[in-house]
Structures are given as structure tokens and as C-alpha cells.
């Protein structure tokens, strides 16, 4: 399937927990540290029990061995040197989240985004909180409550309380719940957020409903309206691969997960390689469209910028030359190259404007790894196989 967060805002588990705390939503004690000694020296201020926890823009973070409870000052030291040694997913761990450890009674799930199919705003409710919710859709599909909230009516009563129902909200904190998703849906709809998700939303030993993760995405088209917001734009991921990639003026780059690389010019173009791929097994791991006018130098760094992260075992090059010559593209693949030290196979498919042409460059290239196809099923196939 083609991404659907192109052109959001994807915060950090802290910045999100700002957000929540600014729309009254109670979250543990918590502090961000850049350096082992910091680390320490919150969990000193906040023992005896804390949380030591990666701050990347992915998931998987525990099981990565991004997240760590310890009991001491100096445990939480050698646990934020491991966790700060990590990339996970890609993305190299620069700070991490000291935060107090808290009584747990009960863990939920709850996600509220937006359901294009539908035109509304889905919320996702389940007693089984802390687990991936596509495991637990798998495994027990009647543990996963939806409600579809009509953006013109807005979130009603009796829809909060099937939400809470869904949870699994004991009698004595359903007052408490019931605000918690008041509050997360004002934050959802005041931010402009197309992402809300509490995984766990948990109940205390002492009753209390508590954010203990968070994962928000706002509409990075919508930060013009929001100023105050704007601010999580400058200070998110200033070392990850898509700041690189708006450097070099790549700026519709997208991680994603997966490990075919993905180069496409037109974003209609690139998400049906992105369905391609899907469809015969594989999983990309980009999205990156380098516009209809790209030049050999825009390919050139395209290509750079998706080898050096080394996460792909395999590249595919879909280019159809409409105002984009293919010799050009071509010539940008070539040298790449010849710039770069390739490890993997680089699949092209050009198609257009001097498609013959940039084909027979490709070609007298000579090159052990490139490999040219001719038709986007074929390209996908190809690069798909190399990853296995």
C-alpha cells in the first residue's frame, strides 16, 4: 500500500506528551536527556523506578531494545548509553525520555486518525493495551472497538461511552476516562492532528487514567494556522535521512519500513510502485518522488541518499520521461554510481521521452549491479527478488 502519512508531521513520544499535557490529559513525570550523565541525573530527581526511552519517529522501539526500566541512578546511566548507541529503523537515537515509573492496574489502546474511505474521524478502542493493534486485529478482532465520528457533528455522548466500554475503563475511573477522550479528541480536531494514538492509555493502582506513550501526526499543511506547533517542524529529526533529503532538495521523501528503495518522479507514479511492489511481496522503503523535470544530478543524489542509509537491499528506478529525458536519468544512474560504492542492485525502468537512448546507456554501463527492465511489474519483481 502506498504511505499515508506523505506530508505529516510525525512528533516524538515527549513533544506528543506536550501536547497532551496542554490539553489537560495526565502523563507521567518525564525528562528528556541527551547525554548517559543526564540521564542520571534525572532519574536521581525522579527514582526510585524510571523509564529510560529511545526518542525516534518509529515504532518498535522495545523491541529494538529502545526502552529500559531500571531502578537506580546508575542503571539509568549504562541504560541511556545502550539506548543512545542504537538506530532503530534507520533513525540514530540522539535523546531519550527519563520518565517516573508508574503504577499499572490496567493497559488500553486508543487511536483516533482520519478514515479518507469514510470521510470521518475513526477512533480505535481496546482492553488490550501495549500490544501492536494489528496484532491484536489479527488475533482477537472482537477486542477492537470503532467508532466513526462525523466531523460535522463531532464526538457525542453515546459514542464516549462505547468508547469507554471498548477500553475496558473500570466503573470507579470512567469520569476520568471519559474526559481522557474528550481531551484527546479536542487535541485531535484543535491541532489539526491526523494522528492520536495512546498505546497504553492506563488506569493507576490508584484509579487514574494516564497517556503512558504517545504518537501524534499533525498536517504539516495546516502548521500556518498553528505557529505555536510549527516549533515540533525545526526540532524534529534534525539528523534523520528526510532532513538530508530536503537539503538536497528532496523534499517529498517519506521512510517507511521496508527494504526496496524508491525512486519515482510524479507522486502518483511512485505510490503505484509502492502498490506494485506490495502486491508481489516486497515492502519499500521510501517513498521519494524527485518531481517531473528531474535532472542527472537530482538522480544522482537521489540514488546517494537512499544507498548511504544502507537499509535497502535493492533499489527501483521508475521513471516515465514526459518533461524528463530518460538519457538524462540515465546518465544521473550512472553516475551515481560511479560516486558511491554499490552493494546492491540498482532495478530501472524508463519509459518516454528517449527511453531507447537511456536504455542503451544502461546498458554500455556495464555495471555488475544495474539492472534495466521495461516494464513496472517486471522493475518491481526484480527488486522485490533481490532483497531475498
Given at each position: 500500500?502506498?504511505?499515508?502519512?506523505?506530508?505529516?508531521?510525525?512528533?516524538?513520544e515527549?513533544?506528543?506528551?506536550?501536547?497532551?499535557r496542554?490539553?489537560?490529559?495526565?502523563?507521567?513525570?518525564?525528562?528528556v536527556?541527551?547525554t548517559?550523565d543526564?540521564?542520571?541525573?534525572?532519574?536521581?530527581?525522579?527514582?526510585?523506578?524510571?523509564?529510560v526511552?529511545?526518542?525516534?519517529?518509529?515504532?518498535g522501539?522495545?523491541?529494538?531494545?529502545?526502552?529500559?526500566v531500571?531502578?537506580?541512578p546508575?542503571?539509568a546511566?549504562?541504560?541511556?548509553?545502550a539506548?543512545?548507541?542504537?538506530t532503530?529503523?534507520?533513525?540514530?537515537?540522539?535523546?531519550v525520555l527519563?520518565?517516573a515509573g508508574?503504577d499499572i492496574?490496567?493497559?488500553?489502546?486508543?487511536s483516533?486518525l482520519?478514515?479518507?474511505?469514510t470521510?470521518t474521524?475513526?477512533?480505535i478502542?481496546s482492553?488490550?493495551?501495549?500490544?501492536?493493534i494489528?496484532v491484536?486485529?489479527?488475533?482477537?478482532?472482537?477486542?477492537i472497538?470503532?467508532?466513526?465520528v462525523?466531523?460535522?457533528?463531532?464526538l457525542?455522548?453515546?459514542?464516549v461511552n462505547?468508547i469507554?466500554?471498548?477500553?475496558?475503563?473500570?466503573a470507579?475511573?470512567?469520569?476520568?476516562?471519559a474526559?481522557?477522550?474528550s481531551?484527546?479528541?479536542?487535541?485531535?480536531?484543535?491541532?489539526?492532528?491526523t494522528?492520536?494514538?495512546?498505546?497504553?492509555?492506563i488506569v493507576?493502582?490508584?484509579?487514574?487514567v494516564?497517556?503512558?506513550?504517545?504518537?501524534?501526526?499533525?498536517?504539516?499543511s495546516a502548521?500556518?494556522r498553528?505557529p505555536e506547533?510549527a516549533?515540533y517542524?525545526a526540532?524534529n529529526g534534525s539528523?534523520s535521512?528526510?532532513s538530508?533529503?530536503?537539503e538536497q532538495g528532496?523534499?517529498?521523501?517519506v521512510r517507511?519500513?521496508?527494504?526496496?528503495g524508491?525512486i519515482?518522479n510524479?507522486?502518483?507514479l511512485?505510490m503505484s510502485?509502492?502498490d506494485?511492489v506490495?502486491?508481489?511481496?516486497?515492502?519499500?522503503?521510501?517513498?521519494l518522488?524527485?518531481?517531473?523535470?528531474a535532472?542527472a544530478k537530482?538522480l544522482s543524489s537521489?540514488?546517494?541518499?537512499?544507498?548511504?542509509d544502507?537499509r535497502?537491499?535493492s533499489v527501483?528506478?521508475?521513471?516515465?520521461?514526459?518533461?524528463?529525458?530518460?538519457?538524462?536519468?540515465?546518465?544521473?544512474?550512472?553516475d551515481?554510481?560511479?560516486?558511491?560504492?554499490v552493494?546492491?542492485p540498482i532495478v530501472v525502468?524508463?519509459?518516454?521521452?528517449n527511453?531507447?537512448?537511456?536504455r542503451?546507456?544502461?546498458?554500455?554501463?556495464?555495471?555488475p549491479?544495474?539492472?534495466?527492465?521495461?516494464?513496472?511489474?517486471?522493475?518491481?519483481?526484480?527488486a522485490?527478488?533481490a532483497?531475498?
Open positions: 500500500m502506498a504511505p499515508d502519512n506523505l506530508w505529516h508531521l510525525d512528533l516524538l515527549y513533544q506528543g506528551k506536550e501536547l497532551f496542554r490539553w489537560g490529559l495526565a502523563v507521567p513525570e518525564g525528562q536527556a541527551r548517559p543526564a540521564a542520571a541525573s534525572a532519574a536521581r530527581a525522579m527514582g526510585p523506578v524510571v523509564a526511552k529511545a526518542q525516534v519517529r518509529t515504532g522501539r522495545g523491541k529494538a531494545g529502545g526502552v529500559k531500571v531502578s537506580s546508575e542503571d546511566r549504562t541504560a541511556a548509553e539506548i543512545l548507541a542504537l532503530i529503523k534507520g533513525y540514530p537515537v540522539l535523546e527519563v520518565e508508574v492496574a490496567q493497559e488500553s489502546y486508543f483516533i482520519l478514515d479518507r474511505t470521510r474521524h475513526l477512533i478502542a482492553s488490550k493495551g501495549g500490544m501492536d494489528e491484536v486485529a489479527a488475533e482477537t478482532p472482537k477486542a472497538t470503532r467508532v466513526a462525523d466531523p460535522l457533528i463531532g457525542q455522548t453515546f459514542q462505547k469507554l466500554a471498548g477500553l475496558g475503563i473500570p470507579a475511573s470512567r469520569k476520568q476516562g474526559e481522557a477522550v481531551r484527546l479528541y479536542r487535541l485531535y480536531i484543535e491541532a489539526e492532528a494522528l492520536v494514538e495512546v498505546n497504553p492509555l493507576t493502582g490508584s484509579g487514574d494516564m497517556a503512558l506513550d504517545s504518537k501524534v501526526s499533525l498536517d504539516e502548521l500556518f498553528h506547533l516549533v517542524a526540532r539528523d535521512q528526510e538530508k533529503a530536503a528532496l523534499s517529498t521523501f517507511l519500513d521496508g527494504d526496496v524508491i519515482g510524479g507522486a502518483g511512485v510502485t509502492l506494485l506490495d502486491q508481489v511481496g516486497g515492502r519499500a522503503a521510501n517513498f518522488d524527485v518531481g517531473g523535470g535532472d537530482v537521489a540514488l546517494q541518499l537512499i544507498l548511504a544502507g535497502a537491499k527501483l528506478v521508475n521513471i516515465f520521461g514526459g518533461i524528463t529525458r530518460c538519457d538524462l536519468v540515465a546518465e544521473g544512474v550512472v551515481a554510481l560511479g560516486a558511491v560504492e552493494k546492491v525502468r524508463l519509459a518516454g521521452t527511453a531507447v537512448e537511456g542503451r546507456i544502461l546498458s554500455e554501463a556495464g555495471h549491479m544495474l539492472v534495466p527492465v521495461e516494464t513496472m511489474l517486471d522493475g518491481a519483481e526484480k522485490v527478488e532483497t531475498r
